[in-house]
């Protein structure tokens, strides 16, 4: 189904961002939900930092995301460590590398550079936390999963465990602010099934999460450097949105899309040492 042609070897490492947005736009809508701009924002944050041997990247929530870490990992000859509980996603992300990636990297082997994990995140036994048990330091991570502040913050704590001396945090919508279930989701559901939309309570909405991620890294790290990344630069130009806008505007009329503080949908700290 993916079996395009990408352009010769020569053509794809001379412009792998263009390769990259090139299998981004074909895939459906249901995996892909970051804008391109912020794809190609991750893209530029993980290959201006100097990786590790074998560096080891994770990422909550699977879809277009998964292929820029993937890239990096295969290039690497590092890790991907994706938790997703939607294992249909995963597998048909997978059958995407497969034609695209796996196509251009020939010689490698997917099972060896992307390890998914198809449970909760924040499991106690087959979470983030196991990390700490396989022995992984970890370079980059992209949490873009719940979307709730309690479920974002857990996975935080559990991979500042397993941080490299220095590593890249990144997060997708920065600019939400629900603190235990994420109303927006639960009444596009509801309504899917006819019922009336639940109202939030004032509890349940707190600070945004990208202030939330800024004061929890610069309390935990000796140095933390929050990164310009070129998301904040190119999002009002991405036709991603005019793409998508039929979707986005049925989702934006049930809360979904948040249209404030957009440039804070994507935002990445570089962080170094535990405190
Ligand atoms: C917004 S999507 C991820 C988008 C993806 N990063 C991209 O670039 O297209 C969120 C994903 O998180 C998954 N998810 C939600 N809560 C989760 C949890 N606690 N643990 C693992 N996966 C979770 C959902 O199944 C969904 O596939």
């Known amino acids: 189904m993916y079996d395009f042609y990408f352009g010769t070897k020569e053509e794809i490492d001379n412009d792998p961002k263009k390769f990259l947005l090139t299998i981004k736009r074909m895939l459906p809508r249901w995996c892909n939900s970051i804008p391109d701009s912020e794809y190609l924002a991750l893209y530029d944050v993980i290959s201006e930092m100097s990786l590790p041997d074998k560096p080891v990247f994770v990422e ?50 997917i099972n060896k550079h992307w390890k ?13 936390n196991i990390l700490k048990e396989l022995g992984k330091n970890v370079s980059v991570c992209f949490l873009d999963s719940e979307h709730t502040l309690n479920t974002l913050m857990k996975e935080l704590s559990s991979i500042c465990e397993v941080l490299n001396d220095t590593a890249i945090v990144a997060i997708d919508d920065g600019n939400y602010s629900y603190i235990a279930h994420n109303t927006a989701y639960i009444n596009m559901v509801r309504k899917k099934i006819g019922l009336p ?8 909405i707190g600070r945004n999460f990208w202030k939330e991620v800024n004061n929890y890294l610069i309390d935990n790290f000796k140095e933390v450097e929050y990164i310009k990344d070129s ?21 934006a009329n049930l809360s979904m899309e948040k249209t404030d503080d957009l440039e804070h949908r994507f935002d990445a700290w570089k962080v170094s040492i535990r405190k």
């Not at 909760?120 to 983030?128: A, H, M, Q, W």
Request: net charge negative; with cysteine.
């Open 60 to 109: 909550t929530g699977s879809g277009a995301s998964t292929i820029v870490l993937c890239y990096f990992a295969i290039k690497t000859d590092g890790e991907v460590f994706t938790w997703d509980i939607n294992g249909c996603k995963l597998s048909y992300l997978r059958s995407v590398l497969n034609d695209t990636l796996m196509r251009h990297y020939v010689e490698k082997n």
């Open 116 to 128: 998914y994990i198809t449970f909760n995140s924040n499991s106690d036994f087959v979470g983030i």
């Open 197 to 204: 939309p639940i109202t939030d309570s004032p509890d349940n």
């Open 231 to 251: 998301y904040k630069d190119n999002y009002q130009t991405d036709i991603f949105w005019s793409y998508y806008k039929s979707d986005r505007d049925t989702m």
